[in-house]
């Protein structure tokens, strides 16, 4: 075997045994929704009306959950991380509000509809997700 084959094949087995060890300190059992770099993972869920729904960031990027405001359910509380009660402020007030990596936020779910929302800084890139709640 000439040396660049060795080296290929000891490389590539050394970083699949080392895949899993530089993460962010979050397991799955963490969280119900994951954040990769551009998009939440799964985008759609289904929960029950009073569930807690908690997004984990998973990345090395920072991330936001933010409510679209006109697409929620008449009478259900607007959501967003950083605690904005409109989705005006959330935009403006960015990057408060941001989810860093290793961090989580939730939201307990008291309406039942369906609740579209996104990423602020990767709305653009197509990070947006559906929680849909039932009775």
């Excluded at 060795?6 to 059992?29: D, H, P, R």
């Excluded at 807690?52 to 990345?59: A, D, E, Q, T």
Aim: proline residues 4%.
């Amino acid at each position: 075997m000439d040396r660049r084959t060795f080296l290929a094949a000891t490389g590539t087995g050394a970083t699949a045994a080392l895949a899993g060890c530089f993460g962010t300190g979050l397991a799955e059992e963490e969280f119900d929704v994951g954040m990769t770099a551009n998009r939440f993972d799964p985008e759609r869920i289904e929960v029950s009306v009073g569930d807690r729904v908690v997004w984990g960031n998973n990345s090395s990027r920072g991330h936001s959950v933010t409510a679209y405001e006109d697409g929620l359910p008449e009478g259900a509380a607007y959501f967003a991380s950083g605690g904005f009660d409109a989705e005006r402020a959330a935009r403006d007030e960015y990057p408060t509000g941001i989810i860093e990596s290793g961090e989580t936020y939730a939201h307990t779910f008291e309406t039942a509809g369906e609740f579209p929302y996104f990423c602020i800084p990767h709305e653009r890139g197509g990070m947006v997700g559906t929680v849909v709640v039932t009775e």
